[in-house]
């Protein structure tokens, strides 16, 4: 068996956690291809790595001071170097960086740099191969990722590797330019590299024992995911859960290899397991809850709308020629409502409205602020029936209102569509419904 491993950056924030990492990577045999973050928080007032490289290579290029914040970095890593005990010195990798730093090698190159010293650590730390991620990880001279190039280079660069490290976030671009992720970018290299290698399994450890059912701020110890599908969890990471990059899926959803969330200061925990299918049934009905604050409605009516072929063409053109995405879009036979971002919406609202009265003629247009929209994702919702009416009651009881509800034709998941002040409320109550009361 072959496992990918990657480590946030809580997991490699001192020579603490290292050696928790270094404890789970030697329990097992398989976990033979290691990808680190930059070092992340000891503490909730510390600084990320990342950030201090922002912050230091921008002074340096504006010809500021950046030398007392330069120092901070490096006391960073030699503190984990002192810490580990470890024959190694980064000052010549140290001067390269300040040189490129002031000849303004660009902001990607500044922030790669984390994750490349951790990386030099950590293959130290192990004794094992470091692999540059710059010299297999490809992207287009604008930035995008190029999946192919890079999953041929990488499968041909680690075919002979028993055991590496290899820095997660960045790559290079065709001319040699360092380019990275968006931020939490590592949880995509891991993928990257267990897909071009064929692993049996991605390990992306964190500080958390894998997904869970809601979102712990709003419901006290909520329930673990034990597996969840790629579908599923598209969902729920578009709705704001966040314990995984979403981009992260797409390179292992292509050879079906799953993807195991683990927690380092809780090794023993099983964790939530994400796979493409499985014929295991969910533990309850649904899978998880997850919402965003922030939309707004833009109500259009019309009497005998529904015989108007192109309406609903007319008026989504509207949205596209002021750059603004569309969320959701109930419609009834006289109206059809438009979700979007409210924080998007509202620079460009008078055109819209404006261009809404050109394109279709409605008999009113209407506007409703300060709406949240929250996702009850789950594939055993298929299964049972009356998943709707169990929403609604649950709802109504806790006496929210609900001002929209969206089902897509693979009964994967709710859209259920409140007021903001009423969003903890919503998951609570439906919480409630689906876990609390059969848990």
């Not at 050696?19 to 992340?40: N, Q, W």
């Not at 730390?125 to 890079?150: C, Q, R, S, W």
């Not at 409205?353 to 919702?381: F, K, N, Q, Y």
Request: proline share 3%.
């Amino acid at each position: 068996m072959i496992k990918v491993v990657k480590f946030g950056g809580s997991s490699l924030a001192s020579a603490h956690q290292f050696k928790k990492v270094g404890d789970i990577i030697k329990s097992d045999k398989s976990r033979r291809f290691v990808v680190p973050s930059a070092p992340g928080k000891r503490n909730p007032k510390d600084e990320k790595v990342t950030d201090l490289l922002y912050e230091t290579y921008d002074l340096a290029a504006e010809g500021g001071a950046y030398k007392k914040k330069f120092e901070k970095i490096k006391a960073r890593y030699e503190e984990i170097i002192d810490g580990l005990s470890l024959n190694l010195n980064l000052e010549h990798e140290f001067a390269k960086i300040e040189e490129e730093f002031l000849n303004k090698a660009g902001r990607e190159y500044a922030a790669s740099r984390g994750e490349y010293l951790n990386g030099l650590i950590m293959a130290n730390y192990l004794g094992v191969e470091f692999v540059d991620p710059a010299e297999m990880i490809f992207f287009f001279e604008d930035g995008t990722f190029d999946a192919e190039a890079t999953n041929i280079e990488v499968a041909a660069r680690l075919e002979k590797v028993s055991r590496a490290v290899i820095p997660g976030f960045y790559g290079s671009d065709h001319s040699g330019k360092i380019r990275t992720f968006s931020r939490g970018g590592s949880d995509i290299t891991g993928s990257i590299v267990a897909r071009g290698i064929r692993a049996d399994l991605y390990e992306n450890w964190t500080d958390v024992s894998g997904f869970l059912v809601a979102d712990p701020r709003i419901i006290p110890n909520p329930e673990p995911i034990e597996s969840i599908t790629y579908k599923e969890l598209r969902e729920l990471a578009y709705m704001g859960a966040s314990v995984l990059h979403e981009d992260a899926i797409f390179p292992v959803r292509k050879e079906g290899i799953p993807i195991n969330i683990r927690n380092t200061n809780k090794p023993d925990d099983k964790g939530t397991m994400i796979v493409e299918s499985t014929c295991k049934s969910s533990k309850f009905t649904i899978t998880g809850i997850a919402g965003k604050k922030g939309f707004c409605a833009i109500n259009v009516d019309k009497a005998m709308m529904n015989s108007e072929v192109g309406f609903c063409a007319r008026v989504l053109n509207v949205f596209a020629e002021n750059d603004i995405s569309i969320e959701h879009m109930p419609s009834g036979i006289d109206t059809m409502t438009v979700l979007v971002h409210q924080s998007e919406f509202e620079e460009h609202e008078q055109q819209i409205v404006s261009g809404i009265h050109r394109a279709v003629a409605p008999d009113t247009v209407e506007m409703e602020s300060g709406l949240a929209l929250i996702a009850i994702v789950g594939r055993g919702m298929k299964a049972n029936r009356g998943t709707a009416g169990r929403i609604f009651s649950a709802l109504a009881h806790a006496r929210v209102n609900v001002k929209m509800i969206d089902q897509g034709s693979s009964e994967l998941n709710i859209i259920v569509g409140v007021k903001e002040n009423d969003f903890e409320t919503t998951i609570k109550a439906i919480y409630d419904m689906f876990v609390k009361s059969v848990s």
